[in-house]
Every structure is written in structure tokens, then in C-alpha cells.
């Protein structure tokens, strides 16, 4: 949504109304409202903000930035008759949630122009009665950051204390879909019994605010209770932005271990195209919408649940290092945010047309 914004601010006067702190990652001439980064007081007071903004100024196309965002909309369109769309993720979508699922999910219905972040998204809004002429696939987008020296990956490995010759890296919020503990259970093993010098570097860590609150920390240090596995994975926590390139960078490859979790989705996987534009490759089970992110170039998609594959695809990758870092840049470029914004603004202008 960042992207969205700073994509529109090239071309329309716009508002933004976001959580307290994301003024100072936007442009200054921007006019912005922050609330509470809080959920629930979020949600009450940005649709007070929303109301005030459109009472003082007449809008061509209002966006929401997630599925949650669809009662402020309703009350836009309604109140002001003003052009709605909406930015689908996927969790969105299937939160288990009786009041979300009866109450938010009905008011996307009624929403101008959909926008989701891969076909396994757009599945699922279809499921949920949201009429599919109206949704059109949007990928997210990643910035290809220059190269890494030498240096800088030195100083990140001694900042940070990582003690492998060569590391696999998992990245992201320590969620069940994620699938670390099982990972942790099911694959490293195998992994470690064919490569002794190598290790696991997780960054990330619990949802603390978000749809729902399914974090698995507990499971993930339970797992850890051996030795074998215990000495063989170093966990950095959230790092600053230019940090999490060089830890891209600097693995061997990443691992994306979801499973299929109730309730729960991945949406698109990011992560998967952020670690491609470092250069680096990936190997993850095909759930969700990882596929639209994934191709050959930049890494393998395993049947869900298969950890000998998965294993296997690590393991090749450590001894072989393909794909290349070359191959994986290239499939990183195809999606960029300047692709991302030419589709939203095509949404965009369409609204204002008809």
C-alpha cells in the first residue's frame, strides 16, 4: 500500500489515511491522517476520518487497502456515491471469524473494482459471491537493490553472530502456515545429514496485531529441545530493511515451509520474489498463492507436505547453486512496482471513466 500511494502521488492529488507512523514513509506533500495502529480502534476512527475527509472534498476513487477496510467503503459509496476499490490479500478472505465473515465480507460485494494478489486470492473471492468480472489479478512488487559487497556481508555476519560457513534463511512472521516448527521436525534433519556445514537463520517474528492470532513461537522452541537441530538455527528477530538485503543476499537459499492452516492463507508470497531480487532462490510447498510467485527461474515448489522433496530440493541447491543468481534477479524483474502501479492506475482510471 506504501508503493500504492507513492505510485498515485505521480499523477492524482491524494489523501491517506494510515496508522500512526506511516506519515514519515510517504511524501511530504501528501495530505495524510494517522489513527491508532491498533486494529479495532483503527478501524472505528479511520472511518471517522474518512467521513470528515469526504464531507470537506469530492473523490474521484476510494481505495481500501485490505478486505478489512470493506464496511468504510460501503459507507463511502453510500453517504458520497463515491467510486470504490478495494486491494485483496487472501487472509482477508477466509478469516475465521463468524461477525467478519457475515458482516465485512457481504460489503465487498457491492465494492466497484477488485483487486487481488493472485489467482489463488481471486479463487477465493469468487467462493465468497464477489462477482469475478469485477476482480482483476494485481501482483505485488519488489525493488532490485544493488549488489552486496563483500564487506558488507562480512560486518552482517559478525553484527549479528552467525557462525555457518553457508545458511538457509526463512523469513517472515512465525505464523502456523508458515510451517517453521514443522520444518524444524520433518526437514532440517534430513538436511543436516547430508550437509553438516550448514545452517538456518530465521528473521521474523510473531504476529502480535493482525486477522488472527494463530503464532506458533512455543511449537518452534519446543522443537529446538535437541541439540542436533537446537545448534543448527540462529534467530535475528526483525531486522532494518537494508539488513534483510544482505541477509537475502548472503543465503544459500530460502526455505518456505507453509502448510495448510484453517482460517488461514498465503496470499501471495512475497518473500519468495524479495529473496529472488537478492539474488537468491527459494524452495517451498505450493499453497496458496506462492505459485503466482514462483516459476523454475528462482527456485522449487514442492507438493504440500512432501518434506523428502523438499529436502531433496535444498540439498541441490546447496551443492549446485542453481538456479543462479542471475536467473533468479531476472524472474524478480518481471515483477516490479512500476508494473504494479501501470495496473492499479489502469483500475483506477477506469473508475473515473465510467
Given at each position: 500500500?506504501?508503493?500504492?500511494?507513492?505510485?498515485?502521488?505521480?499523477?492524482?492529488?491524494?489523501?491517506?489515511?494510515?496508522?500512526?507512523?506511516?506519515?514519515?514513509?510517504?511524501?511530504?506533500?501528501?495530505?495524510?491522517?494517522?489513527?491508532?495502529?491498533?486494529?479495532?480502534?483503527?478501524?472505528?476512527?479511520?472511518?471517522?476520518?474518512?467521513?470528515?475527509?469526504?464531507?470537506?472534498?469530492?473523490?474521484?476513487?476510494?481505495?481500501?487497502?485490505?478486505?478489512?477496510?470493506?464496511?468504510?467503503?460501503?459507507?463511502?459509496?453510500?453517504?458520497?456515491?463515491?467510486?470504490?476499490?478495494?486491494?485483496?490479500?487472501?487472509?482477508?478472505?477466509?478469516?475465521?471469524?463468524?461477525?467478519?465473515?457475515?458482516?465485512?465480507?457481504?460489503?465487498?460485494?457491492?465494492?466497484?473494482?477488485?483487486?487481488?494478489?493472485?489467482?489463488?486470492?481471486?479463487?477465493?473471492?469468487?467462493?465468497?459471491?464477489?462477482?469475478?468480472?469485477?476482480?482483476?489479478?494485481?501482483?505485488?512488487?519488489?525493488?532490485?537493490?544493488?549488489?552486496?559487497?563483500?564487506?558488507?556481508?562480512?560486518?552482517?555476519?559478525?553484527?549479528?553472530?552467525?557462525?555457518?560457513?553457508?545458511?538457509?534463511?526463512?523469513?517472515?512472521?512465525?505464523?502456523?502456515r508458515k510451517g517453521l516448527s514443522a520444518f524444524l521436525?520433518?526437514?532440517?534433519?534430513?538436511?543436516?545429514?547430508?550437509?553438516?556445514?550448514?545452517?538456518?537463520?530465521?528473521?521474523?517474528?510473531?504476529?502480535?496485531?493482525?486477522?488472527?492470532?494463530?503464532?506458533?513461537?512455543?511449537e518452534i522452541h519446543k522443537q529446538l529441545s535437541t541439540?542436533?537441530?537446537?545448534?543448527?538455527?540462529?534467530?535475528?528477530?526483525?531486522?532494518?530493511?537494508?539488513?534483510?538485503?544482505?541477509?537475502?543476499?548472503?543465503?544459500?537459499?530460502?526455505?518456505?515451509?507453509?502448510?495448510?492452516?484453517?482460517?488461514?492463507?498465503?496470499?501471495?508470497?512475497?518473500?519468495?520474489?524479495?529473496?529472488?531480487?537478492?539474488?537468491?532462490?527459494?524452495?517451498?510447498?505450493?499453497?496458496?498463492?506462492?505459485?503466482?510467485?514462483?516459476?523454475?527461474?528462482?527456485?522449487?515448489?514442492?507438493?504440500?507436505?512432501?518434506?523428502?522433496?523438499?529436502?531433496?530440493?535444498?540439498?541441490?541447491?546447496?551443492?549446485?547453486?542453481?538456479?543462479?543468481?542471475?536467473?533468479?534477479?531476472?524472474?524478480?524483474?518481471?515483477?516490479?512496482?512500476?508494473?504494479?502501479?501501470?495496473?492499479?492506475?489502469?483500475?483506477?482510471?477506469?473508475?473515473?471513466?465510467?
Amino acid at each position: 500500500m506504501q508503493q500504492l500511494a507513492l505510485g498515485i502521488s505521480q499523477y492524482a492529488d491524494l489523501t491517506v489515511i494510515g496508522p500512526r507512523g506511516c506519515k514519515e514513509h510517504l511524501p511530504r506533500e501528501l495530505t495524510v491522517y494517522e489513527t491508532s495502529s491498533r486494529l479495532g480502534p483503527f478501524l472505528l476512527f479511520s472511518t471517522v476520518l474518512a467521513m470528515r475527509a469526504c464531507r470537506k472534498a469530492k473523490y474521484d476513487v476510494i481505495i481500501g487497502g485490505s478486505g478489512l477496510i470493506g464496511p468504510t467503503l460501503r459507507i463511502l459509496a453510500v453517504l458520497f456515491h463515491s467510486r470504490t476499490l478495494v486491494y485483496l490479500h487472501g487472509l482477508d478472505l477466509v478469516v475465521n471469524s463468524v461477525l467478519y465473515q457475515k458482516l465485512f465480507i457481504p460489503c465487498l460485494h457491492r465494492v466497484d473494482s477488485v483487486a487481488v494478489n493472485s489467482k489463488n486470492t481471486r479463487d477465493i473471492a469468487v467462493s465468497k459471491s464477489i462477482d469475478e468480472a469485477r476482480i482483476v489479478i494485481v501482483h505485488p512488487g519488489t525493488a532490485l537493490p544493488a549488489p552486496v559487497d563483500h564487506a558488507s556481508r562480512l560486518d552482517f555476519r559478525q553484527r549479528h553472530s552467525i557462525p555457518f560457513a553457508r545458511y538457509m534463511l526463512f523469513t517472515g512472521r512465525m505464523t502456523k502456515r508458515k510451517g517453521l516448527s514443522a520444518f524444524l521436525r520433518h526437514t532440517l534433519p534430513i538436511i543436516l545429514e547430508n550437509e553438516q556445514a550448514v545452517g538456518l537463520v530465521v528473521v521474523g517474528q510473531e504476529p502480535k496485531d493482525s486477522l488472527n492470532q494463530l503464532g506458533e513461537q512455543a511449537e518452534i522452541h519446543k522443537q529446538l529441545s535437541t541439540a542436533f537441530v537446537r545448534d543448527s538455527v540462529v534467530f535475528l528477530g526483525k531486522l532494518t530493511q537494508s539488513d534483510l538485503e544482505i541477509c537475502y543476499a548472503e543465503a544459500a537459499l530460502q526455505i518456505f515451509p507453509l502448510i495448510q492452516v484453517p482460517g488461514d492463507v498465503e496470499g501471495f508470497g512475497m518473500v519468495a520474489i524479495e529473496a529472488a531480487a537478492c539474488g537468491t532462490p527459494t524452495v517451498a510447498f505450493e499453497l496458496g498463492g506462492v505459485g503466482d510467485a514462483m516459476t523454475s527461474e528462482c527456485g522449487y515448489l514442492v507438493m504440500p507436505g512432501d518434506f523428502q522433496t523438499f529436502a531433496d530440493h535444498v540439498v541441490s541447491i546447496l551443492r549446485h547453486c542453481e538456479p543462479n543468481a542471475e536467473q533468479c534477479t531476472a524472474h524478480a524483474r518481471g515483477f516490479s512496482w512500476d508494473i504494479y502501479n501501470d495496473k492499479m492506475k489502469q483500475l483506477i482510471d477506469g473508475l473515473v471513466e465510467s
